[in-house]
Every structure is written in structure tokens, then in C-alpha cells.
């Protein structure tokens, strides 16, 4: 509205045998409008101008990937999860694949802050990079999957997926018919560390006897290598394996062997339906809606989310064909009681694969404790590179 300037008020009188009208002016300043002095019809007017002004602006969005939305595991469900809060906020946003942990990473995260408001970066190995780029951007919002550095304009997110790893483990125990099992595992970080952990402690839980072979690949996706390291567990005699990684080519040289096999990420059944085990799912949706409308409702702050199976974040693929009843009851009952805090996975006594104890009876680790973990429990063999 145009400011308006004082004015002084005057009265005309009209000549004799016309309609009388008396214009009242009234006094006005600079920054309000008394609606009592304005004339009947400027209700209507603003109610009008009220109804035209435009929507509140919505947020500019970006995602960095490190890997394709095609890979069918981890960048794939974080483009769902991209694609449902765009259907849920209707926001477009834009989204770079194949970005390298490297200093690659922080040339493109840069890019992105400088044309967008929020910016997901939704692997380990961006951490350091989208802090470096947050202190450069303080009125842009990064968020951080699976990291534990922060800022004001920065905070993290990820899940405890170890308890789908937990669950698993308890089918993989059943499934095995020699008491030995595979895990090809990424990098020989805390986050791969601690699901293979919880993996073998679910195995452990139905059958004391079973041991976790580890293969490290250090890859996030690249199938070739991920096969290669699925087959020399195959030919050390795993019957059952699992993988940390983002392709299903352990679940297909698996059965190739006729051994049963789960990946990580999503529901990886269709490629070997008659061998597939299960699985830890990520559901990254709901987050991505709560993290955006927060922006658009100038709530958010910055913190370290961590979700888990009780709110959704962290899901179990549904079984392979050929799982026995019997063991999907155990592994539900087992879920029905995390889910319920009930069971917690990392609740002593554990020891490490070198014989020290680590969790005494009764103790739980806290999820610092757990996020921070660099330790392998007894019953897996192998080490951690260093």
C-alpha cells in the first residue's frame, strides 16, 4: 500500500435544490489505518486484497548422492524419500548422483548453496565437506545423513538400523544348515561396524554356535567388487550372508550357490526371490517432509536425529519365499519387542572377538557408545583394517 501524507479536512457545501453530501476527510499517518474513520466499502476491498496476496515462498531443495537412484539399494531410497516429499509439500527438487567422497564433494555442495535453501547430503563421507560449506552459507540449511558434526545451520540424521540388522541375524541363524555365515561389508567405519555386530548378535541369539566371516570391499557401490568379495565367503562355506552395501550382487552370486542372502537399504527380493533372506530397510520420507515444513514454518534447528523401527524410519523387508513360518515368528517377536523397548540389541554381556568384555551383564550401551563403536563382538572373524 502507498503511503499516504497528512491532509486537512474540509466541507463543501452544495447549492440549493441539489443533494446535499458532506465529504468527511479524516487525519491518517504514516504505518496504520483506523478501520472505524474508513468508508463501509474498504472492508470488502481489503478482504479482497487480503484473499490476492501471494502464498508464502517454498523452500529451494537439493540432494547430493553417492551413488544412482538406480542402484536399488541406498540412493535409491533416498530419491523415494525425495519424490514422497515432493508429492507431500509439492516442492521439486533438484538432486546431483554419483558424487565421490572427495573433495569433489564440497565443489558441488557449494554450488548447490548457492541456489537453494535446504541441502541434503546423504552420505558419511560428506560430513567434513558440508561443514566446510555451511560456515560459508549461514542462511542456508544443511542437513547430514549418517555424521555427528554439526552447526547452526547444520544438523544430522540417520537411524538405528542395527536393530533391523538384529533381526536379520536371527533369521540368518535359523537359515543356516553349517553354522557359518558371510557378511560383505563397505567401508570399516562405526556405522558398517556396528550392523555387523548386531547382525551376529541376532544369529547368535538363536544359535550360539554360528560364526560371521567379514569381508571388507570398501566400496559403497560397485558390484563387481561386491561379487567377488560374496563369492570367497561362498567358497570359505557361508550358507547365509548379508551385505552393507548398495548393490544386490551378494544376493545373486548367492544364488548362484543356492545359499540364501539379504542386502541392505531396500526390499532387494525380486533379484533371487527363492534365495532372498531379509533385510534392514531405510524409509526416509516422513523425515524429509517433517525436516522441510520445519524450514517452511521457521521452526527448524539444528540437532542429531536418530530414528528407529518404533517411528518408521527403520524397516525390515518382507521374507524370501522360501523362509519357514517358524522363523519369521521368531524374527516378529523379536521386532514386536524392540519396537516396544523391550529388547534393546546391545545389552550385556558382550565380548569382543579378542576376549575382552565389553558390556557388562545387564549394562546397554548407550547410542553414543554404539555410533562411536570400533570393536568386533566375539563370534566374527576378521579384524578391522586400520
Not at 522363523?327 to 534393546?344: C, F, Q, T
Request: with cysteine; glycine share 10%; net charge negative.
Amino acid at each position: 500500500m502507498k503511503k499516504r501524507g497528512q491532509f486537512i479536512t474540509s466541507c463543501l457545501a452544495l447549492m440549493v435544490l441539489m443533494t446535499v453530501a458532506l465529504v468527511g476527510c479524516g487525519s491518517n499517518n504514516n504505518t496504520s489505518t483506523n478501520a472505524t474513520e474508513a468508508p463501509a466499502t474498504t472492508t470488502a476491498a481489503t478482504e479482497a486484497t487480503a484473499t490476492t496476496e501471494p502464498a508464502a515462498k517454498k523452500p529451494t531443495v537439493a540432494f547430493v548422492y553417492i551413488g544412482p537412484p538406480g542402484d536399488g539399494g541406498y540412493t535409491y531410497q533416498h530419491d523415494q524419500g525425495r519424490l514422497y516429499m515432493e508429492k507431500e509439500l509439492g516442492i521439486k527438487a533438484d538432486f546431483v548422483e554419483n558424487v565421490p567422497e572427495s573433495a569433489d564433494a564440497e565443489r558441488i555442495i557449494t554450488e548447490l548453496a548457492q541456489s537453494h535453501d535446504i541441502v541434503f547430503t546423504t552420505s558419511f563421507g560428506y560430513m567434513d565437506f558440508t561443514l566446510n560449506v555451511a560456515g560459508k552459507f549461514p542462511n542456508v540449511k544443511f542437513l547430514h545423513a549418517s555424521g555427528y558434526k554439526t552447526a547452526e545451520n547444520m544438523g544430522t540424521y540417520f537411524g538405528k538400523n542395527y536393530q533391523a540388522s538384529y533381526l536379520s541375524g536371527i533369521a540368518a541363524g535359523k537359515m543356516t544348515k553349517n553354522n557359518q555365515l558371510g557378511y560383505v561389508g563397505a567401508f570399516p567405519i562405526s556405522e558398517v561396524i556396528y550392523n555387523l555386530n548386531a547382525y551376529t548378535l541376532g544369529a547368535q541369539s538363536v544359535n550360539p554356535d554360528v560364526k560371521v566371516n567379514v569381508v571388507w570391499t570398501n566400496t559403497w557401490y560397485d558390484p563387481t567388487t561386491e561379487r567377488q568379495a560374496a563369492i570367497s565367503l561362498l567358497d570359505k562355506g557361508a550358507d547365509v550372508l548379508l551385505a552393507y552395501q548398495d548393490s544386490p550382487a551378494t544376493l545373486q552370486a548367492a544364488a548362484e550357490r543356492g545359499a540364501f542372502a539379504g542386502g541392505n537399504d531396500s526390499d532387494m527380493s525380486k533379484y533371487a526371490p527363492d534365495n532372498y533372506l531379509t533385510n534392514p530397510v531405510w524409509n526416509w520420507g516422513p523425515y524429509y517432509v517433517k525436516a522441510v515444513q520445519a524450514v517452511m514454518d521457521g521452526t527448524w534447528k539444528s540437532e542429531q536425529y536418530s530414528g528407529d523401527m518404533a517411528d518408521g524410519m527403520v524397516e525390515l523387508a518382507p521374507f524370501g519365499n522360501k523362509i519357514p513360518d517358524d522363523v519369521k515368528k521368531l524374527v516378529e517377536d523379536a521386532k514386536a519387542k524392540i519396537i516396544s523397548g523391550e529388547l534393546e540389541v546391545f545389552t550385556g554381556p558382550i565380548s569382543d572377538n579378542q576376549g575382552n568384555v565389553k558390556v557388562q551383564e545387564g549394562q546397554k550401551l548407550t547410542l553414543e557408545e554404539v555410533l562411536g563403536m570400533n570393536w568386533l563382538v566375539k563370534g566374527v572373524e576378521g579384524t578391522i583394517p586400520q
